[in-house]
């Protein structure tokens, strides 16, 4: 079992110390398998499709299970901004070490195979800024997937992103682009209308994930990677403007397209800005 992060915008890192992963069969006693070995881990280098190994090569008795947890060493978690010089703030999870984190919801471990799930842990929809007095600079609610990754796809495309800079700069009537950043790709489950602001706070419709673009190796594109998507029908909208996970803000978006996902299969979406 792995794990890999939906990616967030304003922290340069999100360091978070676990201890060990429970299994809850519906028939039976918690299994329970130690992390120590796993150590600290920055979810924000858990993007792109890259997840990092909790539970490897272990037996885990055949059947249906009903819940999982994650358990955390608050004291040994953190983050930081780059904008502050990386300065370190304290991360709270509420019962992190008692309980854990949660994630409710079946699946099936077949008798005599192998097999492998990843757990999204979303941290653009987990962290928020507590107002007042809190246990922490920061409160970690996590919003968390379970997928199996026999049954997942993924979404991969280029944005121009010097082109949508100048275009926007040149245009009074858009929106500027946020100073030193360089955008991310919003997805939504189905097809939708018109694309939307993460909001935590909203009901409604919000994205399933938020991707950051980066700067490509060898050329003048960014690219961008939507991994672990179950299989079927996806919106994605680019935005370069920065958004509050907590707030409704006015962002702009372009390039809005409706793709296909299927499972093993990367699905290329057209570059972002669309050609007309």
Avoid: H
């Avoid at 992963?21 to 796993?38: A, M, N, T």
């Avoid at 924000?44 to 999982?68: F, K, N, R």
């Avoid at 007042?132 to 920061?138: E, I, N, Q, S, W």
């Avoid at 997937?145 to 495309?157: F, H, K, P, T």
Wanted: charge should be negative.
């Amino acid at each position: 079992m792995g794990l890999t992060d939906a990616p967030t915008m304003d922290l340069s890192s999100v360091n978070v110390a676990f201890n060990a992963i429970r299994l809850k069969p519906v028939d039976g006693q918690w299994q329970e398998f130690s992390l120590d070995e796993v150590g600290i881990i920055d979810l924000l280098t858990l993007q792109g499709g890259v997840t990092e190994p909790l539970i490897t090569d272990e037996e885990v008795p055949a059947g249906e299970y009903e819940e999982i947890r994650l358990i955390v060493d608050t004291e040994q978690s953190w983050v930081t901004k780059e904008s502050e010089g990386d300065a370190r703030y304290t991360l709270a999870v509420p019962s992190g070490e008692q309980s854990g984190l949660k994630l409710k919801g079946s699946f099936v471990v077949a008798a005599d195979t192998s097999q492998s799930f990843t757990i999204d842990f979303d941290v653009r929809k987990s962290i928020v800024n507590p107002p007042g007095k809190a246990l922490a600079d920061y409160m970690l609610k996590p919003v968390l997937r379970l997928v199996n990754n026999l049954e997942v796809g993924e979404l991969i495309g280029e944005v121009d992103y010097a082109t949508i800079l100048q275009a926007r700069n040149e245009d009074p009537e858009q929106l500027d682009c946020s100073p030193n950043y360089e955008g991310a790709v919003y997805v939504y489950e189905g097809e939708i209308d018109e694309p939307v602001d993460l909001n935590v706070e909203r009901d409604g419709l919000n994205p399933l994930m938020v991707v950051p673009v980066n700067e490509q190796e060898d050329g003048n594109l960014y690219e961008w990677t939507a991994a672990f998507l179950t299989e079927g029908t996806y919106t994605i909208s680019y935005s370069c403007q920065l958004d509050d996970n907590e707030t409704d803000d006015e962002i702009e978006f372009e390039g809005t397209q409706t793709l296909d996902v299927i499972a093993s299969e990367t699905t290329v979406a057209d570059p972002i800005p669309l050609q007309p």
